[in-house]
């Protein structure tokens, strides 16, 4: 029997390439077949010269699984790509999806190589100072393969456990009303000065990173291509708006003046 | 007035230098200080020579935050340097703690610039498959500088939202029960067979990642260089257990057989 073949499940980051790890470029550097969305390719630019690229349009999210599937099986050295970390909110799942569906009598012919990249939250939390100082969730509000309750549960649930909060798809074209419904149910558990990160295209070219709070927040502003990252209850705005950050506590401990114990990666 | 320095905190990823992204090189590269606890000095190896390290031993991470902010404030280029994403659970909260406290005069003077790395969710995350398929969170099970009820609450709240969970800090030395208590705290929201990734020392030479079920999960295997990953309800173990994943939903509307719109990053 055939030894099995890789499939690469490359995270390329933001799309900024001074994000692009080592890992990630010497994945796609191995891979003859890429398989991606457009504007990925576009992103890594003259990187893919060479490379014969497969680039299903949006929406066609299982039919670019499939296909990657399909190449390694074929013997291709194939690149499954996704901008941010593939591994959240993006093509990973769908690929074990497959491999635990239609393509189950196949899936020990198949090697699995997942290299991580930097996520919209990191990047959004890097502009912005440090807002993810301590325990965060994630939520995405877009409920075209989630149920709203499941999403709404687990808005309550950010609330309850005071995390902060990085909302992914926040809106698109279709979905206008859950950003608003968000913020509503937030503001039942924190103040309506909670400080709140807009970031939109992070890590491209006319990248923009504005600061509100959770009462201002407005949802108008908001687009498809936007990461709303909202502080916790102790998040603070510092120095007039210029940083967001959410204490992890060593200044209480500190005016305690007590010994510094800590368990921070130093 | 003298132009603003800049610091650099920069997050270098779990150690090896294939997920050292080129903005972090750069950063490391611009700067003549480093700061940062020797192990990560160690990780670095040659990229490190000719620089000035400064590196305070674990525990004294006020103290090195303190030490980045005056060698700027001298007018020395200096990167802060955490394992990791330096965002999350680590230095630049305690940075941005320090400006608005003892350096808060002196914060128009600093500009700050933070460099995400790859953090460890993210990479036992690419080991295991893509159990981060669906909402997250990270809890950091250190109680030294976050009173135990806060830490309560929020596995109630992962509990509750069914978020999959990742525990940082999961035991020290000095803390052996917190972690059998997640798990039991978990236990009332989740099944018993609710995968579980262990992983220990990622990204290192004696990296190790194992999988087993939240019921079995033996909090004595666990030490303070692990990362503890509980799945959500859905999480699933394939291909007998080599790999973990956490569904988005898709397999769900194809078998549905409907329109597969989507908003993963495609």
Redesign the interface.
Known sequence: MDPPCSLYLVGI?PG????????AR?ALDTCNDWV??RL?LDLLGPLGDGKQHHD?P?????E?ARLALKLTLEGRSTALI????I???????????????EFSEQ??HIQ?E??????AV??A???A????????????L?D???PWE?IE??L???G????VTAFY?PV?RQRDWQLAHAKKVLLDYRPASTPVVIARNLGRDDEKVSFTTLAELDPQRVD?LTLVLVGNSES?M??NGR?V??????????NANTA???????
Not at 16 to 23: F, H, K, S, W
Not at 245 to 254: D, I
Request: hydrophobic share 40%; with cysteine.
């Open positions: 980051g900024d390439p001074a994000y692009l790890a080592p890992a010497r991606a969305y990925y299903l949006l929406g066609e999210e299982i670019r996704s901008s941010g970390d591994g959240i909110y993006a093509m990973a799942t769908l690929v074990f999806e497959l491999l635990e569906g899936a020990n699995i997942v290299v991580p990249g930097i996520s990191q990047m939390a890097a502009r100072g440090a807002p993810l100082g301590h325990d965060f969730c994630t939520i995405s877009s075209l393969l989630t499941t549960t687990r309550h649930a950010a309850q456990g005071d995390f798809n698109s498809m603070r510092l120095d940083w950050y959410t204490p992890r506590g060593y200044r209480k401990k500190l510094l114990p800590s368990e921070a990666r130093p």
